[in-house]
């Protein structure tokens, strides 16, 4: 196949498209639509897939257009639920007012870590915000202001109807999810995304092309901490319970983690297959415990060995399809 | 000021402990180019394997040494071989995130094999007698383990300088394939040091599975301390990881003066702020 074949297959005809936007605009609208005919539940389920992806895709955002592997990607997560629930409870306001506040805190925390963490690279920077995340973790469980070891409630919403409740976190959470996915896609067609692709391709021609790095990764770090934090936040809507040792678990990295590198790291679509995978297995498998995350490893393991890709690669290597469109690879001869 | 001074000294042996758990990680960095995120699940295994020796064979936690040192190296020989050739060199991520999920595997089968249950091993007298060196008391168990850990550091700083090894790390940490060109088979070369990394981190773990109770998910904070140690030392440089760990095991036991829940905390502010002062450790070299 040569490249001429593969810019006309990459980009759909007119009539193509409005026929993507109509069922785009019909499962958006059923999806909106579920709480009026779906059980609780799902609805949490739902919420829980919401959120998780947008973590993911925010994780696959600074390593895959970065190059920023994060271990400790559960201080945003942390400091986003922390916030709001903190924010909510002390000033007494319905929580989903204070939703853009919580998220505003977590881009502000952004902006300051970057200050000790830019100052590592690679491998070491990956670790040191994992440092970082821990000492987030230790200090909540000794702040008493914070509810401690034993975390806090989150009390404004027990003044909401169960339906209300349940739909109101549920749409915040489609709203997170199907946000992000815009955010992610308008960043990485517009000027920062192609910064960061330059950077990453080749970081020595970038800075000669008048590129600022560390500018363009400081934007990608708030950005994708923004919309961990604000995921964050939502989860734990859904659970209605913060305490630090879950809220800055590992488990959270780790779940965006096994979600980019299953689906694929660097892509958009990477973290869409890499959520559907990870919800599939999960919920088939994870009441075998210990054997459950044993098999996930290993199956993390295997993908970086045998295709570092991950799935979205082994789709992209049969069909030549680029639903988003922010692929800028070079055209081979 | 007693009392003081018997923290600082406590931090000091505490920390000879950190720079051996950090001495592995220094050597798999600077040889290798990557971070073994599995590091201090690979310490909590070994302490699961001399307990599991000391058990079978009725021994006491040196002894078990014998047995486990070597079980070690082979575990670190064919995990090298096996796994983790095939991402050396293919960037940072690629190492990282492979280790990543081999921590989660290895936590969940000593879970499975262990329970979740904490243990620690058992040198009976020994780990309980000390003695007072001018009002201050020592224990015999920390002091020990302090020469144990300078003398491995020694040894492994000798090895670096003078031995054949020592000159293939040092090539092949410059230059892996300018290296590989005047005959370092560095996928073998690779094998030996991941072995002899694991051989280290066995002297550790009996140490440390005396000294602390563990339980499967303890790795991580292994990792950690090990991690603070080495960059704090600064790259290329095997005293500085050592005294990397000196500086965060001394702040841990000041920090735990000051809020008993503080201690790890403490640690991890110094590693944080001596890296804004310093980002390429305090030994380090100026550019990475």
Known sequence: MNSLALIHQARPRKAGRAVVGVVLLAVLGALALAPWFTSFATQRLLVEIFTVFAMALAWNLLAGYGGLVVVGHQMFVGVGAYALFALSNRLGINPWIMLPLATAATALFALLSALPMFRLSGAHFAVGTWVLAEMLRILTLNNEWLGAGGGMPLEALASFDRWTRNAGVYWSALVTGVGALVIARLMLRGRLGLALMSVRDSEAAAAASGVSIQRAKLALWVIAGSITGLAGAVAYMNTLQVTPDATFSLNWSAAAIFIAVLGGIGTLEGPILGTILYFLLRESFSGYGSWYFIGLGSLAIATMVFAPGGAWSLVTRRWAIDPFGVRRDMPRR | ?288
């Not at chain 2, 406590?10 to 590091?39: C, D, P, Q, W």
């Not at chain 2, 060199?89 to 999920?101: E, I, K, V």
């Not at chain 2, 050592?242 to 008993?260: D, R």
């Not at chain 2, 905390?265 to 980002?279: D, K, S, T």
């Open chain 2, 1 to 288: 000021m007693q009392a003081l001074i018997e923290t600082i000294a406590g931090g000091l042996m505490l920390g000879a402990l950190y720079a051996l758990f950090g001495l592995g990680l220094s050597l798999s960095l600077g040889v290798m180019k990557m971070i073994n995120i599995a590091h201090g699940d690979l310490i909590v295994l070994g302490a699961y394997l001399c307990s599991t020796v000391m058990q079978l064979l009725g021994i006491g936690p040196f002894v078990s040494l014998l047995a486990v040192i070597p079980m070690m190296f082979v575990i670190g020989y064919g995990l090298q071989r096996v796994l983790l050739n095939r991402v050396v060199g293919r960037g940072a991520l690629s190492p990282l995130l492979l280790t990543f999920g081999l921590s989660i595997v290895l936590q969940n089968i000593l879970q499975e094999v262990y329970t979740a249950d904490t243990r620690s091993l058992q040198a009976g007298e020994f780990a309980l007698q000390g003695f007072d060196l001018g009002g201050v008391s020592i224990g015999l168990l920390p002091l020990v383990s302090t020469v144990i850990s300078v003398a491995i550091f020694a040894g492994t700083s000798w090895l670096i300088g003078h031995s054949h090894l020592g000159r293939q790390a040092r090539a092949v940490a410059d230059d892996p394939g300018t290296a590989r060109l005047v005959g370092v088979n560095d996928r073998n070369f690779f094998a030996l040091v991941t072995g002899f990394v694991l051989a280290v981190i066995a002297l550790a773990s009996v140490m440390y599975g005396i000294r602390t109770p563990f339980s499967p998910t303890a790795g991580p904070e292994r990792l950690l301390y090990s991690f603070e140690a080495v960059v704090l030392g600064g790259l290329g440089n095997v005293w500085g990881t050592f005294v990397g760990g000196l500086i965060i095991g001394v702040a841990q036991l000041l920090g735990a003066k000051v809020s008993s829940g503080l201690g790890p905390f403490f640690g991890h502010l110094v590693f944080l702020v001596a890296l804004l002062a310093r980002p390429q450790g305090l030994f380090g070299k100026g550019s990475r």
